[in-house]
């Protein structure tokens, strides 16, 4: 994958850039030209994702709880805010965590853009429009959360984090960007994040049963990794502000999915229905005008594509032995 950029960044912090998500842009920035400070506690993240960053001249890696400050030393012109734990298993585990970073984090990082003069992207998500009554959504949609739910420690810190950006874009003149991320897969997620596509290519590789919640009839829009990216540095680079949402607009049933990976792992696992957790939503798929007509941003992946790469990559971590398919 290569993306032009535009502005001319000398030097980007990216924050959780050992996780999933951030890794990948990690890579992407500094493929670029662009050198990056990745900031991770490795709270949810690993050192792993970045191992093949950790010689590369212009990759720094600091050690830090966003909650407690972001002691960078060289100014960056760009900070792209990603930590925050993201899947239900971590963020159900981590809930004051994920507050703090949310919140607080979120301010080290917008007090650090305006100090630096940087653009500051905040990577907010889909989940701030909760179990949502209109579908597809746009970004006029204001969203359905239970804020004392499960799930609010998460979607609550989003908005909040959306809320305090905008605050800090009308009060201090920072340069600011908001995306809403949207189901992302892809190589270096873990496989027992909880989160639907790892968890189903986990268990079709070890030739377990796919566990599908309720009835499996819930939808969910899946963007491969490095679309999610392309959109990421999309919005970065022009000076929108968003929010803009960034996500494949192309749903697919929690059962179709499982019965996918079952087809592209040539596995024989069957499926398994269990229940279903609390306030998880019926429906989730993006409107992408905004960032279509803004941006000049779509995904490219099919979710096949998206699908081949990220079981070969899983199976090469694991180590699977279970045959491919025929293609
Ligand atoms: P991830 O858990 O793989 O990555 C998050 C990273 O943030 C980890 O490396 C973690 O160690 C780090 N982190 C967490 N709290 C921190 C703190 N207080 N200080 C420093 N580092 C901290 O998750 P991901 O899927 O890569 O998600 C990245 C971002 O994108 C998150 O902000 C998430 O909300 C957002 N997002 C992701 C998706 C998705 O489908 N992956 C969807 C919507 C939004």
Same mark, same amino acid.
């Given at each position: 994958?290569?993306?032009?950029?535009?502005?001319?960044?000398?030097?980007?912090?990216?924050?959780?850039?050992?996780?999933?998500?951030?890794?990948?842009?990690?890579?992407?920035?500094?493929?670029?030209?662009?050198?990056?400070?990745?900031?991770?506690?490795?709270?949810?993240?690993?050192?792993?994702?970045?191992?093949?960053?950790?010689?590369?001249?212009?990759?720094?890696?600091?050690?830090?709880?966003?909650?407690?400050?972001?002691?960078?030393?060289?100014?960056?012109?760009?900070?792209?805010?990603?930590?925050?734990?993201?899947?239900?298993?971590?963020?159900?585990?981590?809930?004051?965590?994920?507050?703090?970073?949310?919140?607080?984090?979120?301010?080290?990082?917008?007090?650090?853009?305006?100090?630096?003069?940087?653009?500051?992207?905040?990577?907010?998500?889909?989940?701030?429009?909760?179990?949502?009554?209109?579908?597809?959504?746009?970004?006029?949609?204001?969203?359905?959360?239970?804020? +004392?739910?499960?799930?609010?420690?998460? @979607?609550?810190?989003? $908005? %909040?984090? =959306?809320?305090? #950006?905008?605050?800090? /874009?009308?009060?201090?003149?920072?340069?600011?960007?908001?995306?809403?991320?949207?189901?992302?897969?892809?190589?270096?997620?873990?496989?027992?994040?909880?989160?639907?596509?790892?968890?189903?290519?986990?268990?079709?590789?070890?030739?377990?049963?796919?566990?599908?919640?309720?009835?499996?009839?819930?939808?969910?829009?899946?963007?491969?990794?490095?679309?999610?990216?392309?959109?990421?540095?999309?919005?970065?680079?022009?000076?929108?502000?968003?929010?803009?949402?960034?996500?494949?607009?192309?749903?697919?049933?929690?059962?179709?999915?499982?019965?996918? +990976?079952?087809?592209?792992?040539?596995? @024989?696992?069957?499926? $398994? %229905?269990? =229940?279903?957790? #609390?306030?998880?939503? /019926?429906?989730?798929?993006?409107?992408?005008?905004?960032?279509?007509?803004?941006?000049?941003?779509?995904?490219?992946?099919?979710?096949?594509?998206?699908?081949?790469?990220?079981?070969?990559?899983?199976?090469?971590?694991?180590?699977?032995?279970?045959?491919?398919?025929?293609?």
């Amino acid at each position: 994958m290569t993306i032009a950029f535009s502005p001319n960044w000398q030097h980007a912090v990216v924050t959780g850039g050992a996780g999933f998500v951030g890794s990948h842009l990690c890579t992407e920035l500094l493929a670029s030209g662009v050198d990056v400070t990745c900031v991770d506690d490795l709270s949810t993240g690993r050192l792993g994702n970045i191992a093949a960053l950790l010689d590369r001249p212009g990759f720094t890696v600091l050690r830090a709880d966003v909650t407690e400050g972001i002691p960078v030393e060289r100014p960056p012109d760009l900070v792209l805010h990603l930590a925050s734990p993201a899947s239900p298993a971590d963020y159900l585990r981590l809930p004051l965590h994920t507050m703090d970073t949310g919140s607080l984090g979120t301010r080290h990082a917008l007090e650090l853009a305006h100090a630096s003069g940087a653009r500051f992207l905040l990577a907010s998500t889909s989940e701030v429009y909760g179990d949502p009554q209109q579908n597809p959504q746009n970004e006029r949609y204001w969203g359905h959360v239970n804020p +004392v739910g499960p799930r609010s420690v998460y @979607d609550e810190a989003k $908005r %909040f984090g =959306e809320a305090l #950006t905008t605050a800090h /874009a009308d009060t201090k003149g920072t340069d600011t960007a908001i995306v809403r991320l949207f189901n992302t897969y892809g190589p270096r997620m873990r496989g027992h994040d909880g989160r639907a596509v790892p968890t189903f290519v986990r268990q079709a590789l070890a030739g377990e049963p796919l566990t599908v919640t309720g009835d499996g009839r819930q939808t969910r829009s899946l963007c491969y990794v490095d679309d999610t990216v392309r959109g990421v540095l999309a919005a970065a680079t022009q000076g929108m502000r968003g929010p803009v949402n960034i996500g494949n607009p192309g749903e697919i049933t929690m059962l179709d999915l499982a019965r996918l +990976v079952i087809d592209l792992t040539g596995s @024989d696992s069957e499926i $398994r %229905f269990v =229940e279903r957790p #609390t306030d998880d939503p /019926a429906s989730r798929c993006p409107d992408i005008t905004l960032a279509h007509d803004k941006l000049g941003w779509e995904p490219r992946v099919t979710p096949v594509e998206g699908l081949r790469r990220t079981i070969a990559w899983f199976r090469a971590e694991t180590g699977s032995t279970a045959a491919p398919p025929p293609r």
